[in-house]
């Protein structure tokens, strides 16, 4: 392989640091930095890397190159995205992790990319931050706290890299950076299965577990005590049990035979499931590097490339998932019982199409709120209930050459965007194609055979996945514990404070909760202050100056907040000596004044103007599917109402308590949530908050 980007390097004035993929940013290489992420970053920028004399839409860049051998020089780059200029201030990743959305909106976000290969001698593209084929994406705001965004080794497009390679390359960054808290959405899978699944039956945690990254929240309620439960009883299930239940089943023999065969070439004894799986994992490992050794022996020169993780956050982009989910309008109509006729909903779905198309090429980004699409389709059409009619109806649905989609904004508003079919004549004919094998029923299609145990690690491990973990027979029990790992998708790795042993002394700033106003903010900004540094001879008044100068250049709206008084310090006076008066590495409370509250941009996760109550417990948004109830405006899970994720959402949608509010309940309700506290947990121990709803009428008053 060329490498052409070093001969791009060499036309720079200054010659380019070059520094070992796997040695890079281990303690002291190059750098050992020792206060917060903040100062850190900037510590990196300047001594780890290159400024790029380009800019990524207005973002300023640098790069760092990094060898991992004497042909490959992987580029590493790093983005800084100014919150003030940004076309996205808040952080939906933050929104959806526990206890983040209320953290106050930093200055600045930092982006760590490895882009795809084949874009390594390219400069970056503006739409940088919104490809999901890059290597590594991480992003972590100026206070330490940030996110995981997507990983992908051999298997998610690289030639060179391994996803553990890279993994352990983000892991080293975070830590010389000492950054806080990481969090990540596990949505990793390998030949279909979901190794959040997988992993934690095997280990006894995800993938990502090796590295730290621990339980944060769970989607539908689930809490951590449900995880660890649901993790026990899956990993505990008796390999015996397990071919005793299987005896009068078709996958007996198959079963049997497996378990049997790796049983016998393990030293020692498998007792459980998880010593199958973990041993059978181990074996593939072990088979993996054999076939690399004797590739490597029967062609020196040959590229080997072994199975390894897939860690890809991301759908690839082809022509039939790009339009899966997507129906024409002229389709979806003509399954609607509506007043108009089909040419006027056309009419006006096309009105609505040509205002989006208008706000698009003037804005050149962004979508319409609802209400702002409604207005200018009124420009044109005077029935207002015939546009809200097709405004209902219009999510992934293509108007002629246009796909129109909805979603929530940041804000929590609901927005209408606009993209245009990539190839017309191609992919419409493909989506007819679609709609047809859609209506048509499918054929009976043959079991596929059975794998001869030991010919193939992977597919043994697949097989006894599918039937072990996810079709167990007749055990409401497991079903439950599977869906509970399933729905657990958030986890975050923290990076506990450690004092160094130098002359300084270090403490968490934290604002007084007082100081905010409670009615339009939470007081829950951020768990452990800033840090922040002084000199052991320091005073009182320098601590001040120090806590002041963290919180303005962190915060947005602490760009002119001065500290005025230490909560801790008693009756010390500024020029009073801190030291023997306060530990290093403790917590301390200020007060002051300048805190901008009309701010628009307080917490990351944006304006906090809605309601999240689902019957199965959730009370805020996990990043899973929801609706909102046309009535009380109260959001929940479409899975948890009975609405599958392949079903479009209705165009109006009442929840079971406002129907109750209106008429008399059914004695049993088809959407009834099925709650797994009595068969993970005691009974003392709640899955799911029992779930009541209010009486909605009071809301429309």
């Known amino acids: 392989m060329s490498i052409p980007i070093l001969e791009t390097c060499r036309k720079r004035k200054r010659r380019p640091k070059l520094f070992g993929l796997h040695s890079f940013a281990e ?55 100014g919150v003030n200029h940004s076309l996205n201030p808040f952080c939906d990743h933050c929104r959806c992790t526990e206890g983040w959305g209320n953290h106050l909106v930093s200055k600045r976000k930092y982006h760590v990319v490895i882009p795809n290969d084949r874009d390594w001698n390219k400069p970056l593209e503006d739409n940088v931050l919104n490809i999901h084929s890059h290597l590594l994406h991480g992003l972590i705001h100026c206070n330490g706290f940030g996110h995981l965004l997507c990983i992908n080794g051999i298997e998610g497009g690289s030639k060179y890299l391994y996803g553990r390679e890279i993994m352990d390359l983000w892991d080293r960054i975070c830590e010389i950076l000492k950054a806080r808290k990481i969090s990540v959405e596990d949505a990793s899978k390998k030949h279909g299965m979901d190794l959040r699944l997988l992993h934690g039956v095997a280990y006894g945690h995800t993938w990502f577990g090796r590295w730290g990254y621990k339980f944060c929240r769970g989607s539908y309620g689930v809490s951590e005590e449900n995880y660890d439960r649901a993790i026990e009883i899956l990993s505990s299930q008796k390999l015996d049990k397990i071919i005793q239940d299987f005896s009068d089943r078709e996958q007996s023999r198959q079963i049997k035979c497996m378990v049997q065969h790796y049983r016998d070439l393990s030293e020692s004894q498998l007792v459980t499931i998880r010593d199958l799986f973990k041993f059978m994992l181990t074996i593939k490992s072990r088979s993996a590097l054999q076939k690399k050794l004797v590739a490597a022996t029967a062609s ?16 690839k982009d082809n022509s039939k998932e790009k339009y899966l989910r997507c129906k024409r309008f002229t389709s979806v109509i003509a399954h609607m019982d509506s007043r108009w006729p089909a040419k006027r909903l056309e009419f006006a779905a096309e009105v609505i199409v040509d205002a989006l198309k208008q706000h698009k090429s003037e804005v050149g980004h962004g979508g319409m709120t609802r209400q702002d699409l409604r207005d200018a389709a009124r420009m044109h059409i005077g029935d207002t209930g015939l546009l809200d009619y097709v405004l209902k109806s219009m999510n992934n649905v293509i108007v002629g050459c246009h796909i129109v989609r909805r979603g929530i904004n940041s804000a929590r508003v609901l927005e209408y965007t606009i993209d ?30 059975a794998p001869v145990p030991g010919t193939d690690v992977y597919n043994d491990v697949v097989y006894l996945y599918n039937n072990t973990l996810l079709n167990y027979p007749e055990s409401e029990l497991l079903e439950l514990a599977t869906q509970a790992v399933l729905d657990s998708k958030h986890f975050v790795k923290d990076r506990p404070f450690r004092d160094e042993d130098d002359q300084l002394l270090r403490f968490f700033c934290q604002v007084m909760p007082g100081l905010f106003d409670a009615e339009n903010m939470a007081t ?13 001879h320091a005073t009182v008044f320098d601590l001040k100056q120090a806590a002041e100068k963290a919180l303005r250049d962190t915060y947005c709206i602490m760009d002119k907040f001065v500290v005025t008084e230490v909560d801790n310090l008693g009756e010390m006076e500024d020029r009073d000596v801190l030291f023997g008066a306060l530990e290093s590495g403790a917590e301390i409370l200020v007060r002051g004044s300048g805190i901008d509250l009309d701010s ?43 609405i599958e994720d392949s079903e ?23 959407l009834e949530f099925q709650c797994s506290d009595d068969l993970l947990l005691d009974s003392a121990t709640m899955y799911g908050m029992d779930y009541e709803y209010d009486n909605c009428i009071g809301l429309l008053q």
């Open 600 to 642: 628009n941009l307080k917490h990351e996760g944006g304006a906090d103007n809605w309601i999240v109550r689902c019957e199965c417990g959730a009370r805020d948004d996990d990043g899973e599917r929801m609706i909102a109830c046309d009535i009380c405006e109260v959001w929940q899970h479409t899975r948890c109402c009975g």
């Open 300 to 315: 020196p020169s040959a590229s080997v490339q072994k199975n390894s993780i897939r860690i890809s956050f991301h759908k």
């Open 27 to 81: 303690p002291g290489c190059p750098i050992n930095p020792t206060g917060p992420f903040r100062d850190n970053i900037r510590i990196f920028l300047k001594q780890c890397a290159e400024p790029e004399d380009y800019c990524a839409k207005g973002m300023p860049l640098w790069c760092t190159l990094l060898v991992r051998d004497k042909s490959c020089v992987v580029p590493l780059y790093t983005i800084e995205e």
């Open 420 to 449: 245009d079919v990539d190839n017309p004549v191609k992919d419409l004919k493909l989506l007819e194609a679609t709609e047809e094998i859609h209506q048509k029923p499918l054929p009976e299609l043959l079991p596929a055979p």
């Open 524 to 536: 829950e900004t951020s768990p452990a202050g800033e840090l922040v540094m002084v000199p052991l």
């Open 648 to 670: 479009a959402v209705p165009p109006l949608f009442v929840c079971p308590g406002c129907c109750t509010s209106f008429g008399p309940p059914m004695t049993n309700s088809p």
